[in-house]
């Protein structure tokens, strides 16, 4: 027997089976009983809300041989063929790739005929909103007088896109995301029928990933099903690639905090273990959501998404944490979230992202290094961990380049063509120190003493620590052959205008005046452009 997809295999075929869209079931069950069928209705909701499912089971109404009625008996010919997709008159079409006038001409053509087996035939347009303007002014007269028993059902993600002369020719239903609470009970209703054992916190895992989506829910439960019938947490973790929930945890302390070190080793571990970083951030933005929640008073909801322990915990967090903190650190994930996108190296990204908004360098100076076995440990297989360890000592055991010798005269020229390698040494043992001496600049060499400009005040605070300098000193060593003294100079800083003088300065200018001059008007406001 061919094999079927689950989200396919456990489509809801009645509106009884319907997950938690009570209210749009409640009218359409209505307008069936009563025999008050509207002409055009349009379904709005995220994907994976059940728009598309329950068009079908609307249309099953309609052309059931006991219909129009809600509880359609699944066994006549027509209830059969639109299970099975083969009903002439029930019409899905996808705007996506048939969004042009000619498919809409084409489509106002075959309306006019009469249904050939059923009572109504249906059209099912999904992804509604990716028709062109011009398909929309094609089906415009068509949805405001269309011929008898002919209804039409517009599916989309995105109502705003729907221009309004169409949607204002349309009953509106709108579909919500699914609470992680239903979709938990679904899965596991759907795990028991594949005779797989599968725990509550496995269940709520695989929901919270699902966004809101039924159909992600059994899509991500068919992918974890393929390789254990006995799952758990931990294996929904590891092929799911979601950070364990302690890290998280403790990561959301570490940026309430500004606690430095343990920002670097969070973000070494995500490296070391390969976890994609956007992942993470979404992770840490949900969990920046619920404190939020949590500090409002909300505690229901965040008490059904969460299991007792992290609960507690976060309880813990909003004691201490002030509001406006929350609402920063999501704001500088939120930023995160989009600017690391474009950057080749994820997690440098994100790392500067967070050190740059929320270190705090007065109070973690030390220059940690980078993260070991038990820290990795936490949330990803020892297995893995060691092989990784294996393989940076076995690297770490590598020459990089051979010292340079003591007569070779070493200029500021020849430690700028080193900088790579003396910086790639100091990493072994500082990996903060290592990264802001990347963004750092050596200026000159003179009587054993090397000058380095930082490119930011806060690097200066962390590089010239103690135990920085000396790091650097030693790899500067190792790598020239030469003894060297490290001096930093502190960098310059642009003094802030204040915005009048900047809105005076801009008026000065003589084509700004003259446009001010002409239209008698002032300038009240300005705007940085954030690029």
């Given at each position: 027997m061919e094999y079927i997809a689950l989200y396919r295999k456990y489509r809801p075929q009645t509106f009884d089976e319907v997950v938690e869209q009570d209210a749009v079931v409640k009218v359409l069950r209505a307008e069936l009983k009563q025999k008050k069928v509207s002409h055009a209705y349009l379904f709005a909701g995220p994907k994976g809300s059940g728009k598309t499912t329950i068009a079908r089971i609307f249309a099953k109404g309609l052309n059931c041989v006991n219909g129009p009625t809600d509880t359609p008996c699944l066994k006549c010919d027509n209830c059969i063929a639109i299970t099975n997709g083969t009903?002439?008159?029930?019409?899905?079409?996808?705007?996506?790739?048939?969004?042009?006038?000619?498919?809409?001409?084409?489509?106002?053509?075959h309306v006019q005929y009469v249904p050939v087996n059923s009572k109504y035939k249906v059209y099912i347009i999904d992804e509604a909103h990716m028709l062109t303007p011009?398909?929309?002014?094609?089906?415009?007269?068509?949805?405001?007088?269309?011929?008898?028993?002919?209804?039409?059902?517009?599916?989309?993600?995105?109502?705003?896109?729907?221009?309004?002369?169409?949607?204002?020719?349309?009953?509106?239903?709108?579909?919500?995301?699914?609470?992680?609470k239903r979709l938990s009970k679904k899965i596991k209703e759907v795990a028991q029928s594949e005779d797989v054992q599968i725990t509550d916190a496995a269940s709520e895992l695989i929901a919270r990933a699902s966004s809101g989506s039924l159909r992600n829910a059994l899509s991500l439960l068919e992918q974890v099903i393929t390789v254990s019938n006995n799952i758990d947490e931990n294996i929904v973790r590891n092929i799911l690639d979601i950070p364990d929930e302690n890290f998280v945890l403790n990561f959301a302390k570490a940026l309430i905090q500004g606690n430095v070190d343990f920002i670097f080793d969070g973000i070494r571990q995500l490296e070391v273990s390969g976890l994609d970083p956007k992942i993470f951030i979404n992770e840490m933005t949900e969990f920046f959501e619920d404190l939020i929640t949590l500090k409002l008073g909300a505690s229901d909801t965040v008490e059904e998404k969460r299991d007792a322990t992290t609960f507690s915990d976060m309880k813990e967090i909003i004691k201490v944490a002030t509001l406006r903190k929350l609402i920063e650190v999501s704001k500088v994930l939120l930023e995160a979230l989009n600017k690391v996108k474009i950057y080749k190296d994820l997690y440098f990204a994100l790392l500067v992202e967070f050190l740059d908004n929320l270190g705090n360098f007065e109070d973690n100076l030390s220059g940690k290094q980078s993260v070991g076995r038990e820290d990795a440990s936490q949330f990803i297989s020892k297995e893995k961990v060691d092989k990784i360890i294996l393989a940076q000592e076995k690297k770490s055991s590598e020459k990089i380049e051979e010292p340079e010798t003591q007569t070779q005269e070493i200029d500021i020229e020849r430690i700028k063509y080193l900088w790579e390698t003396i910086v790639n040494e100091v990493k072994q043992k500082s990996i903060p120190a290592s990264t802001m001496l990347l963004k750092s600049a050596p200026v000159s060499v003179k009587d054993g003493v090397i000058e380095i400009i930082p490119d930011k005040p806060f690097a200066l605070n962390v590089l010239k620590s103690k135990d920085n300098i000396e790091i650097l000193e030693e790899a500067l060593k190792k790598i020239t052959g030469k003894s060297f003294k490290v001096v930093y100079i502190e960098p310059k800083i642009e003094p802030k205008i204040s915005k009048e003088e900047r809105i005076k300065e801009i008026e000065n200018k003589k084509e700004i005046r003259e446009i001010l001059d002409l239209f008698e008007g002032t300038i009240t406001d300005i705007k940085e452009d954030k690029k």
């Open positions: 009903s002439l008159d029930v019409i899905e079409i996808d705007a996506a790739s048939n969004r042009g006038i000619d498919e809409i001409r084409s489509l106002k053509e011009q398909a929309f002014n094609a089906l415009l007269k068509t949805l405001e007088e269309p011929p008898q028993n002919v209804v039409f059902i517009l599916a989309t993600t995105e109502a705003d896109k729907i221009p309004p002369t169409i949607s204002s020719r349309c009953e509106r239903l709108y579909f919500k995301p699914i609470s992680i």
